[in-house]
């Protein structure tokens, strides 16, 4: 079964561009019309950009037209300080590639999504626990103490089922009144692989649109609903149960095939069987359940610090060396 023709039918989007541009042209057999891909090597990381540049594009890898940096890194899953903080660096100079700042009175608000109670959804509200809010400081304390440092606000406003409010309403009531020059909203992502968990950062300058992130339900927060540019970096935590099935499944038939006893049987294994093996296997929850690995929380805590400090780095200049500092 394709995979395209499986996320179909399990009602699973892609939220990584990256993943979406590698699974269609790897079902075309060559480059996608409107899409381009470019590449770049860090110390602690591989960059890839994919661009979408126009409707034809969008309509084929199912995200708007816009520039979708996806860093890929290891380092994510180790303990470690110094390479947290190259990996920040390498966040942060790809994220000042995509802020619309005009003047150094721009201003940002950093919206934390998704559930504090629910650790693979808790991302977004870790990162607003680390981030440096400075709004309020401006007109409360002299001038000079507030050279260097951009007025940022942050909320983390939870999720429907326990606030009884859409997201998406809270954050427009928030932007309506403290008018930020820029959104950037951080969110937890369902990954098309259990490769990419702990490994990989997007950051999207098109905002988040409908049917993204875990819940697969949130809606979109994006220039068009905010009236504002949203940034948003996104991190997978999850991968839809159906997709490691079909991979388990599809890899067993693979290296099977040739076996005399089982050629047989490997021949039967249409796209139709596979699906309703799978749906079998998963019922109750066939369209619903994510995994998770059990080390979530030190993956959350390492990313949600990597990614306050570059936006610490990258939106107050006067203070990049000492960054690390406040988070550690």
């Known amino acids: 079964m394709k995979k395209t023709e499986l996320y179909r039918e399990l009602g699973i989007n892609l939220d990584l561009a990256l993943e979406a541009h590698e699974t269609i042209r790897g079902e075309r057999g060559g480059e996608i019309p409107g899409v381009s891909l470019e590449e770049e090597s860090f110390d602690t990381a591989h960059v890839r950009t994919v661009t979408v540049l126009d409707q034809r594009g969008a309509s084929i890898i199912g995200k708007p037209p816009g520039k979708y940096i996806t860093i890929e890194s290891d380092v994510l899953r180790i303990n470690n300080k110094a390479l947290h903080e190259q990996l920040s660096k390498t966040l942060s100079e790809k994220l000042k590639e995509t802020l619309p700042f005009k003047s150094e009175e721009d201003s940002v608000l950093i919206v934390g ?28 304390v002299p001038q000079e103490l507030t050279n260097g440092l951009r007025s940022v606000s942050a909320i983390a406003p939870g999720v429907l089922g326990i606030t009884g409010i859409e997201t998406a309403e809270i954050i427009k009531g928030v932007v309506e009144k403290t008018q930020p020059s820029l959104v950037i909203a951080i969110d937890a992502l369902a990954a098309g692989s259990v490769e990419r968990i702990g490994s990989t950062i997007q950051i999207a300058d098109t905002g988040i649109n409908p049917g993204s992130g875990v819940g697969n339900k949130r809606a979109g ?94 939106l107050h200049p006067a203070m990049p060396e000492e960054v690390a500092n406040y988070l550690h």
């Not at 977004?124 to 007109?139: C, D, N, Q, S």
Request: glycine letters at 4%.
């Open 221 to 314: 927060l994006n220039v068009e609903t905010l009236g504002v540019p949203v940034i948003a970096i996104g991190v997978p935590t999850v991968v839809h149960a159906g997709i490691i099935a079909h991979d388990i499944i599809e890899s067993f038939v693979e290296k099977m095939k040739n076996k005399p006893p089982l050629t047989q049987l490997t021949k039967e294994m249409s796209p139709p069987l596979l699906r309703i093996i799978i749906d079998e296997v998963l019922q109750p929850y066939s369209n619903s359940l994510m995994v998770t690995p059990k080390e979530i929380d030190d993956l959350i805590e390492n990313t949600s610090k990597v990614i306050a400090m570059a936006l610490t780095e990258s």
């Open 113 to 140: 999504l998704g559930n504090w109670n629910a650790t693979p959804d808790a991302l977004g509200p870790k990162v607003v626990e680390k981030t440096m809010a400075t709004r309020h400081l401006y007109g409360r």
